[in-house]
C-alpha cells in the first residue's frame, strides 16, 4: 500500500500536516463522510482548513464528492487508477435509516447516448433504502 505522501504526489498535491490528517481520516472511512462528520472527528483541525483541502483532493481527483441527497455533499477517496472520468463513476448507496453513504465501486453507471454536441461532465447515481446493519 502507498504512503498518504505518495498518494498526494501521484496527484501532484502538496503533503501538508493537515492534508496528511485529512486523507488519513478519508481512508480510515467505510462510507463517504461529510465536511461536518470530519470536522467533528478532527477538533484540533479548523473547519475552513479542512474544507479548503477538501475542494484541493476534489480538484486533483483525490477524492470525489456525492450530493446524496440528504442536503450535505459526502466526500470519498477515489480508488487508485481512478480520473473521476464518465468511466469512473459509480453508483452510490444512501441508507435512509443511518444517513451514511456508500460508494458501490462494482457497480459503473450505464453508458448514456447523449444528443449530439452534449458532454457528459458529472453524473449523480444514488439508490436509497436500508444498509447491511439497518436491514437486521
Partial sequence: MKSLEE???LKN????SVRIVVLQ???S???AVSLKDIENELTYTDRSSIFRTLKTFEKNKVIHSIEDGSGMTKYAVCSEDCNCDPEDLHFHFYCSNCSKTFCL???PIPNIQLPE???LQQANFVIKG???NCNK
Fill in 25 to 27: 481520516h478519508l481512508l
Fill in 7 to 9: 498518494i498526494l504526489n
Fill in 117 to 119: 454536441n452534449f458532454i
Fill in 29 to 31: 472511512q467505510e462510507k
Fill in 130 to 132: 436500508l444498509c447491511n
Fill in 13 to 16: 498535491v502538496k503533503s501538508t
Fill in 105 to 107: 465501486l462494482d457497480l
